[in-house]
Nanobody, 116 residues
Framework: QVQLVESGGGSVQPGGSLRLSCAASGRTFTIYYMAWYRQGPGNERDLVAAVRSGDSTDYADSVKGRFTISRDNANDMLNLQMNSLKPEDTAVYYC??????????WGQGTQVTVSS
């Protein structure tokens, strides 16, 4: 079992920055893939950024150059640095993990609102 708890959401003006964190606990040594997803009002839950064992990363085209995903294995944390935020980044952001064996885990989500 793995538990994921997000933090760091909030409200910010366009052009601002936020840093999201996801604290993992439990059998974290079984995690080989972690990602951030987001779901805006009336939208599906979409991949934002992902990091694999070996630290290779992927980003949605809409956030490339603005967001940076990083994994702190020593502290079982997943971070998402979000810069140059736009109103269309408004969404609930979810932490996601996949463990060896294929089971997936989701955090409870944290709200990010970008508005003037």
């Amino acid at each position: 079992q793995v538990q994921l708890v997000e933090s760091g959401g909030g409200s910010v003006q366009p052009g601002g920055s936020l840093r999201l964190s996801c604290a993992a606990s439990g059998r974290t040594f079984t995690i080989y893939y972690m990602a951030w997803y987001r779901q805006g009002p009336g939208n599906e839950r979409d991949l934002v950024a992902a990091v694999r064992s070996g630290d290779s990363t992927d980003y949605a085209d809409s956030v490339k150059g603005r967001f940076t995903i990083s994994r702190d294995n020593a502290n079982d944390m997943l971070n998402l640095q979000m810069n140059s935020l736009k109103p269309e980044d408004t969404a609930v952001y979810y932490c996601y993990a996949v463990v060896y064996g294929g089971q997936v885990y989701w955090g409870q989500g944290t709200q990010v609102t970008v508005s003037s």
